[in-house]
């Protein structure tokens, strides 16, 4: 019997194991705020407004969420956040307000926007040039990496949400009432482009390139183009509130909304698969670095982590013929792992 138990330990040992399947794990962030927007820039470094006048910041792929201070005052909150590296990024919120930092959000310093209505939505092309939107209409411009804000005549007095630009002329805004208005000349001039009639608020909207475009709204209504903006065909995706849609390349995207719903689409929208989320708060923004790696944010505090808990099919170890090694796997808490053991 004793050398049956240590011919089993042995083998046991000497297996390699492998991770596999990519799914979505709780983070702990450390606060019960609800979460509205948020911006990684890698696979390691992250940002979420967290309520008056703090951000939360990872730097080690949302391992750990420390706060970060705002230093505007206990009344600023930010509604969204770009980050263009790193080091700087521009943030938007209530009452007209901008800020950018240049050292990572240590430290944040305002900017004259030239307005005072909400500002929902910010989109940079690159460290000078971006755009924000929000009440009434309200579109503002910089060319100058925010030294100066100029506001720009967006074609529609309804709120707008959300903005998205694929170049430094072609971009789009949506937001309340189906209104949809695009430019092709940087903003000089917008045009409205679509009042969809049967799409309530439009919440967000992301393209992949000036032709092929999607945006989601209240309602669960996906709509999506491939000319432009010229058409828009709209989908039921069977869920009452859809609020951030991201896409990684042309064919595969994601998608979150109330009551912790996650869809996903590998064909390029023309159908898409409900992904377990494991909460049931609403999700309110989601953001992918790459293909592999995302971030979802929403209310009491929820961050969702999607990706390989190692690596799929990664070998961990291979050990050689030692029966006193042993292999330890440190997990996130409320992290899941597939192992296979491979007998050789």
């Not at 970060?68 to 509604?79: D, K, Y």
């Not at 209409?137 to 804000?149: A, E, L, P, Q, R």
């Not at 707008?160 to 208005?181: E, K, M, P, Q």
């Not at 992904?275 to 293909?291: E, H, I």
């Amino acid at each position: 019997m004793k050398k049956l138990i240590t011919y089993l330990m042995l083998v046991a040992l000497l297996a390699s194991q492998t991770a596999i399947a990519q799914n979505w794990t709780q983070q702990i962030s450390g606060t019960t705020n609800n979460l509205a927007s948020l911006y990684s820039v890698d696979s390691n470094v992250g940002w979420i407004p967290n309520g008056w006048d703090s951000m939360l910041h990872t730097i080690n792929g949302g391992n750990d969420w420390t706060t970060q201070t705002i230093g505007l005052g206990p009344t600023i909150g930010f509604n969204s956040i770009k980050f263009i590296n790193s080091s700087l990024g521009y943030a938007v919120g209530g009452g007209g307000i901008i800020a950018k930092t240049t050292d990572g959000g240590s430290t944040w310093l305002e900017q004259t926007s030239g307005t005072t209505e909400h500002l929902f939505s910010v989109y940079f092309v690159d460290s000078n040039t971006g755009w924000a939107v929000g009440w009434n209409g309200i579109v503002v411009n910089t060319t100058d990496g925010g030294n100066t804000w100029n506001t720009q005549s967006s074609a529609t007095s309804d709120k707008l949400f959300s903005v998205h630009f694929v170049n430094a002329s072609t971009g789009w805004a949506v937001g309340d009432y189906g209104v949809i208005v695009n430019t092709t000349d940087g903003g000089n001039t917008w045009s409205l482009q679509s009042q969809l009639p049967d799409v309530y608020a439009l919440l967000s909207t992301f393209f992949v390139s000036t032709s092929t475009g999607w945006a989601v709204s209240v309602g669960g209504k996906i709509i999506n183009t491939t000319d432009g903006g010229s058409n828009w065909y709209i989908q039921s995706s069977g869920y009452s509130r859809l609020n951030s849609v991201y896409f990684t390349d042309a064919s595969i995207g994601w998608i979150v909304g109330d009551n912790g719903t996650i869809l996903n689409t590998t064909n390029a929208g023309n159908s898409w698969n409900t992904q377990n989320s494991g909460t049931s708060y609403t999700l309110t923004a989601v953001c992918f670095p790459n293909a592999s790696t995302g971030y979802a944010v929403g209310d009491n505090g929820t961050i969702l982590k999607y990706g390989d808990i190692t690596g799929t099919n990664d070998k961990l170890l291979n050990l050689n013929n030692k029966v006193l090694q042993f292999i330890l796997i440190l997990l996130q808490r409320q992290q899941f792992l597939e192992l296979m053991i491979i007998f050789k």
